[in-house]
Structure formats: structure tokens, C-alpha cells
């Protein structure tokens, strides 16, 4: 492998040092302590497995967290009735609706009722147009997450081409929506279904952010010579946890690669803890 390894776990390590710092700083100085409240749905095991690794990392840091669970019966006046009560409580600061929600249930009423100052996934449409406007009340995690990681790697993204594979709101628009802003300046393609011959398209970036949900989708002889791919993909083969990028392939052509797992993902959990302090402070 000719690629440097961008090590998620060990930057995110370093988001969560500070948040534990911050955190223990603003509760020493106001007597709050940031409260996260998740709500889950069903049980459905990956989403149990993130919920209780994001329940873990509030409590090394310092963060209160709760866990809503309602059963896979819930109706959709009941969840929303929940999150109205979590809206209306001033002691939680930052309110988590785990995805996927059951089939029965529609998640875009359920995330447009959450309060936009609570909301530290980002997803409420004020939040969306707040980002995009380029003055954030928060940024969504998983593309904050990685543009943290570009900024630690000292990737410069200004003047590049990042192909950004995927549309979805939580991944691909808003992560082009980062990476086109002042600052990032870079030029973003976003590939999908419906474009066409990706793979030229893709062979064209200088970042590559695959986030399609597809194992191993970017084959490695796509990855330009010398590209950054940040891989944000997870996709259980077999008993085998792969990413959207054909790893061993592109990390022989990319200049930077982020392995699955280890990657994108702790960064995800770290920038959602960070939002949530930030909640808590605006509160006041």
C-alpha cells in the first residue's frame, strides 16, 4: 500500500479530548451539563450498536445522554408526541432521532418537528439552509467529520475536483455543500444513479468521497494517481464490515486513503458530541 492511512480513530480521539475539556470547563463555569437525548426505534441491531456507542462516548466526555426506546408498533403521532416533550424540556440540549426509522413511519415530519437549535444532526431544513448560506448554527457530522480529517491531514482542498458519489441529505448533498463553501474552495461534482459513465467521472478527481452504500462501488483503477479517497461507506459482506472504495486497489493509486472501519465513522460520533456542547452553550 503506497497511500498514507488517515486514521479516524486517532483524530477523533483528539475532537473528543477537546469536547471532554470544553465540556468540563463550561459545566464548571454555568452548572449545565449538555444532555443529548436519543430516541430509537424497533430493534434493529446496527442502529442499537450506534446508539450505544454515541450513549458510551457522551459519558467519557461529560455529556448527559438518554435513550428514548419505543417499540416497532410506535405510531407516528406517538414519536412525534415524544419529540415535542424533548422539544419542550430546556434540560435536553440536543435531540437524536436514530435512522432508519421502521418502514410504517415517515422520518421527514419526525425531523422537521425537532427544534433547529436542538437539532445536532443537522438535518432540519433551517440548518441545511444555514450551512449552505455559509454561517452554520451546526454542521451535519459525518461531512464535518470529514472535512475535520482533511484539515488534519493538511489536504488542501482549494482548486481541487471532489467528486462527491451519493445525494443523500445526511451524506453526499451536504458534504458538496462543505466543500464548495469559502474557505474549502473546492470544485465538486456529485455523481448519482443517473450519471453518466461514473467511472470516468470519478477517474477525473483529485477527492474522492464515496458515500452510495454499495460495497466496494470505486474500483480501484477509477482512484486518479495520486487522489485523496475518503471512504464513507459500511457495508456488512458476509461477516466482513467493507466500504464503498475497493480498498487494497485504491490505496496502491490514492495519495491518502480513510480504511473501513476506523475511518469516517468515529468522526461522526466525535463532531455529534461536539454539536452537542455547542447546543448547550447557545441555550444560555
Known amino acids: 500500500m503506497s497511500a498514507k492511512l488517515i486514521d479516524g480513530k486517532l483524530i477523533s480521539a483528539s475532537v473528543r479530548q477537546q469536547v471532554t475539556d470544553d465540556t468540563a470547563a463550561f459545566t464548571a463555569e454555568t452548572g449545565v451539563t449538555p444532555h443529548l437525548a436519543a ?3 424497533g430493534d434493529d441491531p446496527a442502529s442499537q450498536v450506534y446508539v450505544r456507542n454515541k450513549e458510551r462516548a457522551c459519558g467519557k466526555c461529560g455529556l448527559k445522554s438518554t435513550l428514548h426506546r419505543l417499540s416497532d408498533q410506535t405510531t407516528q403521532q406517538q414519536l412525534m ?33 425537532i427544534r433547529p437549535s436542538k437539532d ?13 448560506q ?20 493538511n489536504i488542501d482542498t482549494a482548486g481541487k475536483h ?6 443523500s441529505d445526511i451524506v453526499g448533498k451536504p458534504m458538496a455543500g462543505l466543500l464548495v463553501q469559502k474557505g474549502a474552495d473546492a470544485t465538486v461534482t456529485i455523481c448519482h444513479s443517473r450519471t453518466t459513465d461514473i467511472a470516468a467521472v470519478i477517474r477525473q478527481a483529485d477527492i474522492v ?30 461477516d466482513k464490515l467493507v466500504g464503498d472504495v475497493e ?38
Request: net charge negative; proline share 8%; aromatic share 2%.
Open 209 to 238: 468521497v464515496a458515500a452510495v452504500g454499495i460495497p466496494e462501488f470505486v474500483k480501484g483503477d477509477m482512484i486518479k494517481p495520486g487522489a485523496v479517497a475518503i471512504d464513507v461507506g459500511i457495508n456488512r459482506v458476509n
Open 162 to 167: 471532489a467528486v462527491v458519489i451519493g445525494r
Open 81 to 113: 408526541d415524544l419529540v415535542a416533550e424533548l422539544n419542550a424540556d430546556e434540560s435536553v440540549h440536543g435531540i437524536l432521532v436514530q435512522l432508519p426509522l421502521p418502514k410504517h413511519l415517515d422520518s421527514t415530519p419526525v425531523l422537521d418537528s
Open 134 to 153: 455559509g454561517r452554520p448554527r451546526f454542521l451535519p457530522c459525518t461531512p464535518h467529520g470529514v472535512m475535520k480529517m482533511l484539515e488534519h491531514e
Open 247 to 284: 480498498f487494497s486497489a485504491a490505496a496502491e493509486r490514492a495519495s491518502a486513503i480513510t480504511p473501513v472501519p476506523g475511518g469516517v465513522g468515529p468522526m461522526t460520533i466525535a463532531m455529534l458530541l461536539r454539536n452537542t456542547l455547542e447546543a448547550a452553550k447557545q441555550s444560555l
Open 120 to 132: 445536532v444532526d443537522g438535518f432540519h431544513p433551517e440548518n441545511v439552509g444555514l450551512m449552505l
Open 39 to 41: 430516541v430509537l426505534v
